[in-house]
């Protein structure tokens, strides 16, 4: 699990993070719920790394875009537009394209 | 990752089930890298150098904040960006980063040569193609870096000029010396083999030892491969073709770490096929050479693949496939790149001449060959004419004309020598001394062998040694012609030279 963390999880939450502009916290959860998908969707017939990196971009664009939303619609109506449900409707546009890359 | 999609599911599990509400680790936050990276800018903009070359967590979020910076420097600050995208580039090259199956030390290096080169006004696909006319002159794009000289001039191919550059550059040390000498080598490739070799491995051994790197970004790394390039071509106009694909691994092994990779893979693999066909491993062309051609053609590399061409219809007719050498060598007479590329272009008229011959077509053969003769810079292309006389003896000699056979033979022998390609010199007295016995001239067919002898030893050719000796005892004691032996020897020193 070590390894894991080292080669799989921090790589990862640093694309997250650099590639897409996510902070830390966000990013981590975006590579968690990468990794949910993986353990429920993952094909043996595709490259494993692929499809991670394909889900974490598409997690991370989701999310950065939901976030510049928000921002949109508090600088316009002020607070209380948090959405809650982020992270499911998130996981959920993405199981619609995942893993096009394979 | 990539070794069991099974195994990494139930692992993910384990994981999930291990982490589950509590805190993981990130490394350094967002905004702690960032302001690191910002004070290493400060550093290296007021004459710092790299702090660490440590690759722990953290230090990867300092890099790839680095990384963002420069980028977002780039528009603000063009003038100052290459120089620090230059020392993170060194920074990031220069660090271990093991089991990076990400790939994110290539994808940083990409980052910050794209970004230091768009500071210039150049982007990652300029480049290529600056790379991809490599040819003759200027190794490198001067407007790079302006360490460098614009090295357009056009140099005297003689390899005296190559000479006073090199002595230049050995007592100064200096980048516009070493640029302009550089571009001297494949200048004078053909005409002075020898010096080009000699020089080109200084050179090399000179970038690799150096503490100092050369240029900015890849340029270091594209420079030696550039050299060892040069080095390869005299190798091969020497004879040495095993050194001459040493000289290859080598390119191969310096341009891998360049941001072109692609293109400078595929000119290395063409100028390899040139290589094996003179070592006539002809299997080898003949299967790599469809691929590499399809290649070349896809990556618009027209020199390359007209090389790959050439070398794969010269493979069919070496192993006797006449007919299929034909039309393929006509198409590119044909097509004729004579402005473009004259020495490529003459040796597909000799290519397709040696195939007429061998079909018995000997006045279109003929006039190939005249053809190109005429039009064949002895001074720049010596290798070249030298094949071309050489060709035009052989096709004198199947017809049993020995006396004009003979001055052909005798001409290129003497080019090759004015060369200092001596082992093709060699060679070509070897042919010499059979059209010289079959024309009953047997002392001065000794005397060639004899004068060949020094070079087949001295290049370990000893088989081929044994057998010349053997044809001049026989040849004094009966002062007349062996041709079965003399064919025997030719055949056998033609498959080892």
Request: with cysteine; net charge neutral; aromatic share 6%.
């Amino acid at each position: 699990l070590d390894e894991l963390y080292r080669r799989v999880f921090l790589p990862l939450v640093r694309r997250a993070t650099w590639n897409h502009g996510l902070s830390k916290e966000d990013a981590r959860d975006v590579v968690q719920e990468a990794f949910l998908l993986a353990v429920v969707k993952l094909d043996p017939g595709r490259n494993p790394k692929a499809w991670l990196v394909h889900v974490v971009d598409n997690l991370s664009i989701n999310l950065a875009r939901k976030a510049s939303r928000h921002h949109r619609l508090e600088a316009r109506w002020g607070l209380g537009w948090r959405d809650s449900s982020c992270s499911q409707s998130t996981a959920a546009s993405v199981t619609d394209d995942e893993g096009e890359d394979g | 990752v990539s070794e069991g999609t099974i195994d990494l599911r139930s692992l993910l599990s384990r994981w999930l089930e291990i982490t589950a509400g509590g805190e993981i680790p990130t490394g350094l936050a967002r905004q702690e890298a960032v302001q690191h990276a910002q004070r290493l800018c400060q550093g290296i903009l007021h004459g710092g150098a790299w702090e660490s070359s440590s690759t722990d967590d953290d230090s990867k979020d300092v890099l790839y904040a680095l990384v963002e910076t420069i980028e977002q420097t780039a528009a603000r600050d063009p003038t100052s960006v290459v120089r620090i995208a230059d020392a993170a580039y060194r920074a990031i090259e220069s660090t271990d980063w093991s089991a990076d199956i990400f790939a994110e030390k290539a994808g940083l290096l990409s980052r910050c040569a794209r970004a230091g080169w768009k500071a210039r006004g150049h982007s990652l696909e300029d480049v290529a193609e600056f790379r991809k006319a490599r040819n003759a002159l200027s190794p490198f794009d001067a407007r790079l870096s302006s360490e460098w000289t614009d090295s357009q001039s056009a140099f005297d191919e003689t390899g005296e000029e190559l000479e006073e550059l090199c002595r230049r550059w050995e007592l100064d040390g200096g980048n516009r010396n070493l640029s302009a000498a550089v571009a001297c080598l494949f200048s004078c490739t053909q005409s002075s083999a020898p010096r080009v070799l000699f020089w080109a491995s200084r050179i090399h051994e000179h970038l690799l030892a150096s503490g100092r790197r050369i240029g900015v970004f890849d340029e270091h790394d594209y420079l030696t491969g550039v050299v060892a390039c040069a080095a390869s071509d005299a190798a091969r106009y020497l004879g040495e073709f095993e050194a001459s694909l040493g000289w290859i691994a080598r390119a191969t092994d310096a341009f891998s770490r360049t941001q072109t990779p692609g293109i400078l893979l595929l000119k290395t693999a063409c100028q390899r096929l040139v290589v094996e066909l003179s070592e006539k491993r002809l299997h080898d062309v003949l299967a790599q050479a469809p691929a590499i051609i399809r290649r070349c053609d896809e990556l618009a590399l027209k020199r390359d693949a007209l090389k790959a061409r050439i070398a794969e219809a010269a493979a069919l007719k070496d192993s006797g496939q006449y007919r299929e050498a034909e039309p393929r060598l006509a198409e590119i007479v044909r097509q004729g790149e004579f402005t473009a590329q004259p020495a490529l272009s003459l040796m597909a008229i000799a290519t397709y001449g040696e195939v007429l011959s061998a079909l018995c077509k000997y006045t279109e053969a003929d006039a190939l060959f005249t053809e190109a003769s005429s039009r064949a810079d002895a001074k720049r292309w010596p290798a070249l004419c030298a094949h071309l006389q050489g060709l035009l003896g052989e096709s004198h000699r199947d017809r049993g004309r020995m006396e004009r056979a003979i001055g052909h033979y005798r001409a290129a022998a003497e080019i090759y020598e004015r060369a200092g390609m001596h082992s093709f010199a060699a060679y070509t007295r070897i042919l010499l001394a059979e059209a010289l016995l079959l024309h009953s001239c047997p002392a001065d067919a000794e005397r060639e062998i004899l004068s060949a002898m020094p070079v087949i030893e001295a290049k370990n050719l000893r088989q081929e040694g044994i057998a010349a000796l053997a044809l001049l005892r026989e040849s004094r004691r009966r002062r007349q012609t062996v041709r079965d032996a003399l064919k025997k020897l030719q055949e056998h020193l033609r498959r080892r030279i």
